[in-house]
C-alpha cells in the first residue's frame, strides 16, 4: 500500500511535523499534564507548535507547567530539531530498508547537504553530536546554576533543560524572566550551545574532521563560518552601542547570537530602542545555517545573496564564492527563499494590524519575523492577542520551520523540464 503512494520528501516534511505538533498538542492537554493559568486548546496547540518547530513563542508561562509538562515540551523541542534528516532518514529506512540513490540525492536537495554518505551514517553522526554536545552544555550550566545558588537537584534539572533548549535553539526557559541576572557562566554556555546547535551537521562533520584528519573545509561551511562571524560581531557592537549603558558587553553579545534563532534573553526586549529592534530584526530574519536546529533563511542563502547583488552592480555576469562558480539555479533559489520569505511577513503583518490596529506597528512585525524565523524573542504581545492572532503566528512558525521553498514544492513529484525551448528576449529593469 506504501509504495503505491508517491509521497517526495516535502511530503514527508510536511507530515511529520503536523504529526508531531498534533500529537504534542494532545499530551498538552492530557489530564497529567497542568498549567496554573490552565490550558486552552489554542494554547496547547500554540505551545506545542513552537516547540515542534524549536521557535520559543509563548502565551502561557513555561514555568506554570507541572514537571510533566515541561518533560513533554522538552520531548517535542527534541524531536523538532534533531530535524527531518533525521526524522525522515528514519522512515524510510523503516518501509524500505534502505535509501536508493534517487532518494539520497532528493533529501540532499532537501538539506541542501554536501555528503552522500549512507543514511545510517548521517542518522548516527546526528545524534552523537546532539547528545554530546547537550550532555557537556548540561554539565557546564550545572556547575553555573549551581554557583547562582539552586539546590543540587533543581540545579540538575534546569541544566539539563536549558542545554536542550539551547542547543535545539528553542529558547524555552523555565524561568519567567528567562536568563535574565545570570552569570556569566550559564550565558557563554548557551551562547556556545546555541552556536554549536545553529552551525549545522554539515559544518560540525567538517568542523571535526579538520581537526581531527586535518581536512579543508568544504565551499558550504567557509560561508557558514565566515557570515556567522560576521552576523554575530556586526549585531553585538551595533546593540552596545545603540544601546548605550544600559547593555554589558556580555549582553550585547549574547543577544546577538540569541536573535540569529534561539530566543533567550539576558535583557527585557521591551525596553530596547526601536533601532535595536530593527537590527535584531534583521538578525531573526536570516537565522542559522542549512541543516541546522535554527529556521530563517539561512546565512548561506543571505551571503549568496549579497555577493550576488554585488556582483550585479560591479557588472560581472558570474558569482565566485571562494575560488568556486556559483550556478544561476543556486542564486535564483537564494532569492526566491527571500521573496517568499518577505512575503509570508507582510501577509501576517497585514492580517495581524487589521485584527488588532491598537497594537504598535513595529512590535507586530517584530514577533512576526521572530515566527517566521522560528527564534522567540517577543516584545510581549504573543500573549495579548486572541485566537485570531495566535493561529496567524502558528502558521508562520510552522511555515518558517519547515522552509517556504519545500512548501511550494509539495505538489511536485518530478523536476520540471520545459519540452519548448522559447527565443531569449531583454526587457528593461529598474
Not at 489530564?31 to 496547547?44: E, K, M, R
Not at 504598535?360 to 515566527?371: I, N, T, Y
Request: hydrophobic share 50%; charged share 10%; proline share 2%.
Amino acid at each position: 500500500m506504501l509504495e503505491k503512494i508517491k509521497l517526495n520528501p516535502w511530503h514527508y516534511l510536511i507530515i511529520t511535523f503536523l504529526a508531531l505538533i498534533i500529537i504534542g498538542t494532545i499530551l498538552l492537554k492530557m489530564p497529567f499534564v497542568t498549567h496554573v493559568q490552565g490550558l486552552s486548546f489554542i494554547d496547547a496547540l500554540f505551545t506545542a507548535t513552537s516547540a515542534v518547530c524549536v521557535t520559543g513563542l509563548t502565551v502561557v508561562n513555561t514555568s506554570g507547567f507541572n514537571p510533566e509538562g515541561q518533560w513533554v515540551l522538552l520531548l517535542l523541542m527534541q524531536l523538532g530539531a534533531i530535524g527531518i534528516m533525521t526524522l525522515n532518514t528514519s522512515f524510510l529506512l523503516l518501509i524500505s530498508g534502505r535509501l536508493d540513490l534517487k532518494q539520497q540525492l532528493s533529501f540532499s536537495k532537501l538539506q541542501d547537504s554536501i555528503s552522500f554518505k549512507s543514511s545510517t551514517g548521517i542518522l548516527k553522526f546526528i545524534l552523537q553530536i546532539t547528545f554530546i554536545t547537550e550532555f557537556i552544555g548540561a554539565v557546564l550550566l550545572f556547575v553555573g546554576f549551581y554557583q547562582h545558588g539552586f539546590e543540587i537537584n533543581e540545579a540538575l534539572y534546569q541544566a539539563v533543560f536549558h542545554s536542550i533548549s539551547a542547543f535545539c535553539n528553542a529558547g524555552f526557559s523555565t524561568f519567567d524572566s528567562s536568563l535574565i541576572g545570570f552569570n556569566s557562566l550559564i550565558k557563554y554556555t548557551i551562547m556556545a550551545l546555541i552556536i554549536v546547535g545553529g552551525a549545522g551537521y554539515i559544518v560540525l562533520f567538517e568542523m571535526i574532521n579538520k581537526i581531527t584528519k586535518k581536512q579543508k573545509l568544504g565551499l558550504h561551511s567557509k560561508i557558514v563560518v565566515l557570515t556567522s562571524f560576521i552576523l554575530i560581531a556586526t549585531g553585538s557592537v551595533m546593540i552596545y552601542f545603540l544601546e548605550g549603558d544600559t547593555v554589558s558587553v556580555t549582553d550585547s553579545l549574547f543577544q546577538s547570537v540569541t536573535a540569529r534563532t534561539a530566543g533567550f534573553n539576558t535583557i527585557d526586549i521591551g525596553s530596547f530602542h526601536s533601532s535595536t529592534l530593527l537590527i535584531l530584526m534583521v538578525l531573526m530574519f536570516i537565522g542559522a545555517s542549512p541543516g541546522s536546529t535554527g529556521g530563517g533563511i539561512k546565512t548561506t542563502t543571505f551571503f549568496v545573496a549579497i555577493v550576488s547583488f554585488i556582483k550585479v552592480i560591479r557588472g560581472d555576469s558570474s558569482t565566485v564564492i571562494f575560488n568556486k562558480h556559483i550556478t544561476h539555479t543556486v542564486i535564483l533559489k537564494a532569492f526566491s527563499i527571500i521573496f517568499m520569505y518577505i512575503i509570508i511577513i507582510i501577509l501576517a503583518t497585514v492580517l495581524l494590524l487589521y485584527r488588532y490596529p491598537q497594537l504598535q506597528f513595529h512590535h507586530l512585525v517584530f514577533e512576526v519575523v521572530s515566527a517566521t524565523g522560528t527564534v522567540g524573542l517577543s516584545v510581549g504581545i504573543s500573549s495579548e492577542i486572541a485566537s485570531f492572532g495566535k493561529i496567524v503566528l502558528i502558521c508562520c512558525m510552522f511555515i518558517g520551520r519547515i522552509g517556504p521553498v519545500s512548501l511550494a514544492m509539495i505538489k511536485s513529484n518530478k523536476e520540471f523540464k520545459p519540452r519548448i525551448l522559447y527565443p531569449q528576449e531583454k526587457i528593461n529593469l529598474g
